[in-house]
């Protein structure tokens, strides 16, 4: 997994390596790869017919590519090389490119990781029309699309088993991957069907219903149908090249219920790499959400090179591309672009030279990463909960299967910890049994949670841990079965009365134990929510922090009482804000997501404060600066990094940003990485105040201690000077 070799034309190899090779796995030291798409049909004679393996292999050295995921199938569902089990590309007349790119990329030291397509695969739809996925409406998904779309639970699996043991043998490949491992639609092929009744009986459920636990119990068998046709993948790859990787698309699970990728599809990959096209948010969000499930490290974040996957010429602009790319830095993550391959087979060269540009701008910050990463506050993500509460009851013919109310609310704490850089990582199921180094444990919406997770995390709070919750979390278990109370009444020192999801307007009222966490709003000037909100009653041993204020209860539709609003009208008694000791832990519980309102930003912030103490981290910046912190102890260092990502680019620099950092060890010397240049910087019982001088998009400062912890007590740093 070395860095690329060189030809005369090529930039000299210091430039194009970053990192030594690493004597693991290639993609331990891969934090620079590609992906060229190659989705080409051949209804064309002159598709492919100019392809130069060699001018592929020279474009990937000029982009710095350290690895690359090489075509050897694609969506349209044709081979590139001579296959006995498929169909070749006609356009190549035989010709065997997999083994030539192979060939010329390992010639310069670059990885290859043959790309496969399955589940999306046009040629197998069009050939077997008994394997394609149905709609619940009884038409064949995505008929008349460019797309063809094959059931994983239908005789295809034996042939991708097929295709994927010869070309495991074919070639010498260093990884796989298994790109569109997901469902498209909810299907109701006939596979599907005598699969649902020879597991559970009956016929497939119609109605959707995340309080009915057979609906459940059939979202359950989707994802381990799915997980099970990737064992068949992975397994086949490693019976034949046991040191292969595997990977299979890893941006579904941020995704929502309807494509089934959840835990049994995770189990079957080596590391998880997936591709987005959102913004910052999205991208440090799903960063630190692949962090925590991949089963090795580094994760990979992805992203094209064009403004969209449907312009085929338009590029990114390159500050957004190092901005990107420096944001992945930022998380320890391997960074990927990707471009598309022209349909006669030639490569654009001016991806490839601005990536270069890119990466070469980057190269020396690679060497600084690794270490684990250090956060005061845990945002839990549910694999469980990546839908709507509000489709309950909605046939699955016309469901909006691609709402999603948990990830929503999750990714808009995200933001505010994020412009408020509080130092913060995913937590999942797989975390939650490691939380004792977190200060705050945010529980955002939280549809489904089993009752062990419950007992885990009722178990941390009685120890010392604080928890934040919102809306009915803890009040439908994984199987579906919903309870009377919400399952962590006792820690967050509420009962519920009625649990409503649906959107509504009204009003949250701050009392005297509340008045600083919601600075500016009162009883009379409430802050205004549109949204769910839970019905409960604050146990006498609870404090409330704030009530809910309803607006004028209009008796129709065209009453009100101001015409462009609804304003504050009913002062009730219910509780919004409740705040609770238990244990030696405490809790926050808010009935509505206050986490999603833009105005109550600040507030949110307010409560994780009253919950966690002093922080590890505090940053006086911009609020388009995301701040890390991981702890290298084998250096005997903490490595901050600072990433600037503003709206418009290129960022606006910002100048002396000060850094205030409560580590237990004793901190010996501050300094500029890659350039080694020193800070200033002041030190106290337990931490060390410095001023990073400059910031254009990418800082990483190195705080370097003696390795013994100089203890955890919180103690005062003097404000750095203005």
């Avoid at 331990?28 to 064309?44: C, E, G, Q």
């Avoid at 995200?414 to 180094?437: E, K, M």
């Avoid at 960022?651 to 580590?663: K, S, T």
Wanted: with cysteine; charged share 25%; proline share 6%.
């Amino acid at each position: 997994g070395s860095g690329c070799a060189t030809s005369p034309s090529s930039t000299p190899p210091a430039a194009a390596t970053g990192v030594p090779p690493s004597p693991g796995p290639w993609y331990k030291s891969a934090w620079r790869r590609a992906v060229i798409d190659m989705h080409i049909p051949d209804w064309d004679p002159r598709f492919l017919s100019a392809f130069d393996a060699d001018a592929y292999a020279e474009a990937l050295v000029r982009s710095r590519a350290q690895s690359v995921v090489c075509y050897a199938h694609s969506h349209v569902g044709l081979f590139n090389y001579p296959t006995r089990v498929g169909r070749q590309h006609a356009g190549l007349g035989g010709r065997d490119i997999v083994a030539e790119m192979i060939d010329r990329c390992h010639r310069r030291g670059i990885k290859v990781v043959l790309y496969v397509s399955v589940i999306h695969d046009r040629w197998a739809a069009d050939q077997n029309p008994g394997w394609r996925i149905v709609h619940p409406n009884g038409g064949v998904f995505g008929a008349g699309s460019r797309h063809g779309f094959v059931c994983p639970n239908s005789p295809y699996r034996e042939y991708v088993r097929a295709w994927t043991r010869e070309l495991a043998a074919r070639f010498d490949l260093d990884g796989v991957r298994f790109d569109m491992t997901f469902w498209t639609c909810v299907c109701h092929c006939a596979h599907c069907r005598r699969r649902w009744s020879e597991e559970a009986g009956g016929e497939l459920p119609r109605v959707v219903d995340w309080t009915d636990p057979r609906w459940v119990l059939f979202q359950r068998k989707r994802e381990a149908w799915l997980g099970e046709f990737a064992a068949i993948c992975t397994s086949t790859v490693k019976a034949v090249k046991p040191a292969a990787t595997v990977e299979h698309q890893s941006s579904i699970y941020p995704g929502s219920w309807n494509n089934g990728a959840s835990w049994p599809l995770v189990a079957h990959n080596d590391f998880l790499q997936g591709d987005f096209y959102g913004d910052a948010l999205q991208g440090s969000f799903v960063r630190k959400l692949l962090e925590d499930l991949t089963p090795n490290r580094p994760f990979g974040y992805e992203t094209s090179f064009s403004v969209s996957l449907q312009d085929h010429t338009a590029r990114k602009s390159e500050e957004l591309l190092h901005a990107k790319a420096a944001a992945a830095i930022a998380d320890a993550s391997a960074f990927i672009f990707i471009d598309a391959i022209d349909p006669v087979g030639t490569v654009n060269p001016h991806a490839h030279e601005r990536m270069g540009r890119v990466f070469d701008r980057l190269m020396p910050h690679y060497r600084e990463l690794g270490g684990r990463r250090v956060a005061d506050v845990g945002l839990f993500y549910s694999l469980d909960s990546r839908f709507d509460m509000r489709s309950c009851g909605a046939s699955v013919v016309g469901v909006d299967n691609g709402a999603d109310t948990h990830t929503r609310s999750v990714m808009q704490a995200a933001r505010a910890l994020i412009a408020n850089h509080i130092a913060w990582r995913v937590v999942t199921r797989r975390s939650l049994g490691q939380l004792d180094d977190l200060k705050v444990l945010i529980l955002s919406n939280v549809h489904h949670l089993s009752e062990e997770e419950v007992g885990i995390i009722r178990g941390w709070v009685r120890r010392g841990g604080a928890v934040y919750v919102s809306g009915a979390t803890s009040l439908v278990r994984a199987t579906g079965h919903r309870q009377p109370d919400l399952m962590l009444a006792d820690v967050l020192g509420v009962s519920l009365r009625k649990a409503d999801w649906s959107d509504r307007d009204h009003y949250i009222r701050p009392g005297e134990a509340g008045r600083e966490d919601f600075p500016g709003w009162d009883a009379t000037y409430p802050a205004f929510l549109r949204g769910p909100a839970m019905d409960v009653e604050a146990r006498p041993e609870a404090t409330v922090l704030a009530r809910r204020t309803l607006p004028w209860p209009a008796p129709d539709s065209r009453s009100f009482s101001s015409i462009h609003s609804n304003p504050p009208w009913v002062a009730t008694e219910l509780p919004e804000v409740v705040f609770k000791r238990f244990g030696a832990g405490r809790s926050v519980y808010c009935a509505s997501i206050l986490e999603e309102a833009a105005t109550l930003q600040e507030s949110f912030i307010r409560l994780l404060r009253r919950l966690s103490g002093p922080l590890s981290l505090e940053v006086r910046a911009h609020p388009a600066v995301e701040v890390t912190l991981f702890h290298q102890p084998e250096q005997r260092r903490h490595v901050l990094a600072l990433a600037s990502f503003q709206h418009d680019l290129p960022n606006i620099p910002q100048e002396a940003i000060e850094v205030r950092l409560r580590l237990p060890q004793r901190a010996r010397a501050v300094q500029l990485l890659p350039s080694g240049a020193a800070l200033g910087f002041r030190r106290g019982p337990a931490g060390v105040a410095f001023t990073v001088p400059r910031l254009e998009t990418l800082a990483l400062v190195a705080i370097e201690h003696d390795g013994a912890e100089a203890g955890r007590r919180a103690s005062r740093i003097d404000s750095p000077r203005r």
